[in-house]
Structure formats: C-alpha cells, structure tokens
C-alpha cells in the first residue's frame, strides 16, 4: 500500500486553478475597455476613470455609475451614488463566504475585500480543497484587479480614438453583463417573477423620474416579489393557504 499513490497530483491541480483564474481574469478584464471608453463618454477625465476603478473595482456598479452620471449629469449623482452601492451589496454576502477561506490577519483580509467579487468568489468555492480555494481566490481576484485597471486605462485613453461609443456598441456592454449575470439566475418562476416584475416598472418610470431612481425603485419591487416566493411556494403550502 503506497498512500502518496492515492493522493492527488497537488502540482497538477494547482495548475488547473492558476489556469482557471487567470482565464476568468482575462475574460473579465476585457470589460474594462469598455467601462474606459464609457466613462470618458460620460463626462470623466481620464484620471477620474482609473481613479473610480482602482477604489470602486466592482464592474456592475461602475457601470451603473457613469451609465446614470452621463445620463442625469451632476445632478443624478446621488442617484448614481445609491444605485451602484445597492448593486455592490452583494460582495458583502460574499465576504462572510470568503472570511474562512481567506484566513485570519488583518491586513490579508484587508486586501481581500477590495478583491472579493462575483469571479474570485465562484472560482474559489468550486475548488475542492482549502489550500485550493486560497489559491483561486488569490489568483482570479488579483488577476481581475490588475486586468480590468489596465483595460480600464486602454479605454480612456482610446476613448476619443473611438469617437461615439455607440458606434462600436461598447453602450450596450453594461447591459449585456447584467443579463449575462442575471441568466443562469432564472431557472425558477419566482425568479423570472423578480426579473420581469423590476424590469416592466423601471422601462416605465425611466421617461417620467430622475435617472437612476428607475433601478433603486425597482430593486425595492423585486425585493417585495422576491419575499413573499409567491410563484415558488410547495404546493402543500399553496393548498394549505386556500383552505384558510
């Protein structure tokens, strides 16, 4: 019997995570050219982009960001301000999640919070081993961090190369992540429930309010569709309810 026979090839396995994060990292970072460009567009020197991505570094939210600053101007800044940290809420969950996989020490967890995102959190958790999980934390989320500051840098600086950004649909790139993200999400009835609840009342409301208050009156729908699972409900349940 020869243990070290039964253990994995650990060498192997973190070649894999090394080659799954830095993956995730360049797919991730080409958005940044695309928040570059846009933000220029919107009104943002290029200082101010690099600047809103190396303290902001939450994709959704800087697109929300500038999307609504450009649109309202400085007086949508409020709006833009609650909309991207209502999008940025959920990299407080991911935190508890990452607390044990980060590990104890405070400037270790303090860098890892400004790098604890959607990609770092999902390539660390599909990992099997701690160690591994570490590993891919570490790696997607630096990774994404320095890719999409550079992206976002390359952006500005071809922001005025490119013109109009809607030429080159780079308008539409925000959009486009959102449902990429929202996607895999709606497998349920309830979840298309939320989805299509808070998309018919921001469409509606965007021609008549200030922008940015369509996406923070719609989230307060979705999260009032989403409590009461009224689509999702077991049907014991649901019988229960009817004979009361």
Known sequence: MHPERDTPDLGLARREVWREGLGVAVATSAYGISFGALAVASGLDIWQTCVLSLLMFTGGSQFAF???????GIAALPSAVASSALLGVRNLAYGMRMSSVVGPGFWRRTAAAHVTIDESTAVAISQPTAPLRRLG?????LGVFLGWNLATLIGALLGDVLGDPKAWGLDAAAAAAFLALLWPRLKQRQAVAVGVAAAVVAASLTPIV???MPVLIAAVVAIVVGWFNWFDRPEGAAAQE???
Do not use: N, R
């Open 66 to 72: 500038i999307g609504i600053l450009g649109a309202g």
């Open 137 to 141: 934390f570490w790696v997607t989320g």
């Open 210 to 212: 200030m922008p940015g």
């Open 242 to 244: 009817e004979k009361l």
